[in-house]
């Protein structure tokens, strides 16, 4: 069926009817990693005496087990013992995986990992 369209007086132009719409994609579900059980990082004894503090931003690849398969530093504390002890710690981190519809899968997810003293007590 063409559509008639005027175009001026008493003129009429028939045109080529629509092409069919795309279908459209569903949506995607996609859920990040979820920290389940963490093994605190061990303060460095250097770095408690002296008194480094800081946020280690870890990268971390989780696989579809919730097993740490690689991990890197993204952003330093400005300390590389911390920076050290915070990798370490993160290899043995264990979560509940990344899911893609319903699907477990592998899937990368920032984890921050905070070095902070206690305050002395006056």
Avoid: C
């Avoid at 087990?65 to 300390?79: K, L, M, P």
């Avoid at 710690?89 to 003293?117: I, S």
Wanted: charged content about 20%; proline content about 11%; cysteine-free.
């Amino acid at each position: 069926m063409a559509l008639l369209y005027a175009h001026g007086p008493g003129l009429a132009q028939e045109t080529a009817p629509a092409a069919p719409a795309a279908p459209i994609a569903p949506a995607v579900k996609k859920v990040a990693p979820v920290v389940g059980s963490v093994m605190p990082p061990t303060y460095p004894v250097e770095s408690k005496a002296a008194r480094e503090e800081g946020v280690v931003k870890l990268r971390v690849v989780v696989d579809k087990t919730g097993w740490t398969q690689e991990v890197r530093v993204q952003e330093s504390s400005g300390f590389p013992r911390l920076d050290a002890a915070a990798l370490d710690a993160a290899k043995h981190f264990r979560y509940r995986p990344g899911t893609v519809d319903g699907v477990a899968t592998t899937m990368a997810v920032n984890v921050p990992v905070r070095f902070q003293l206690e305050k002395p007590k006056n």
